[in-house]
Nanobody
Framework: QVQLVESGGGLVEPGGSLRLSCAVS????????AAWYRQAPGKSRELVAG???????NYADPVKGRFTISRDNAKNTVYLQMNMLKPEDTAVYYC??????????????WGQGTQVTVSS
């Protein structure tokens, strides 16, 4: 059993900042890769930021220069720092991770989502 607990969402004014956290727990031996997705009302889920298999990062064009993905391996936690937020960033944000389950196995897990609303 693997649990992902997301936190940090909320209501913020345009230009403000939020930091999302995704704490992973359960029967795992670490996180291989991680990413944040978002889904706005009436739209498909889209990749926001993620780690590649070699540890580098990639970002969707709309968030480049404003969002930063990071991780704390000791805490099995992934973060998304969001600065200079815009109304179009409003969405439910989801964390997803590929975790080491041991004995050469992995699994992909998703969080429950956290709402981010950017509005004045």
């Amino acid at each position: 059993q693997v649990q992902l607990v997301e936190s940090g969402g909320g209501l913020v004014e345009p230009g403000g900042s939020l930091r999302l956290s995704c704490a992973v727990s359960g029967n795992i031996f670490g996180i291989y890769t991680a990413a944040w997705y978002r889904q706005a009302p009436g739209k498909s889920r889209e990749l926001v930021a993620g780690f590649t298999s070699v540890g580098s990062t990639n970002y969707a064009d709309p968030v480049k220069g404003r969002f930063t993905i990071s991780r704390d391996n000791a805490k099995n936690t992934v973060y998304l720092q969001m600065n200079m937020l815009k109304p179009e960033d409003t969405a439910v944000y989801y964390c997803t991770v590929v975790v080491n389950r041991g004995y050469g196995s992995t699994s992909t897990e998703w969080g429950q989502g956290t709402q981010v609303t950017v509005s004045s």
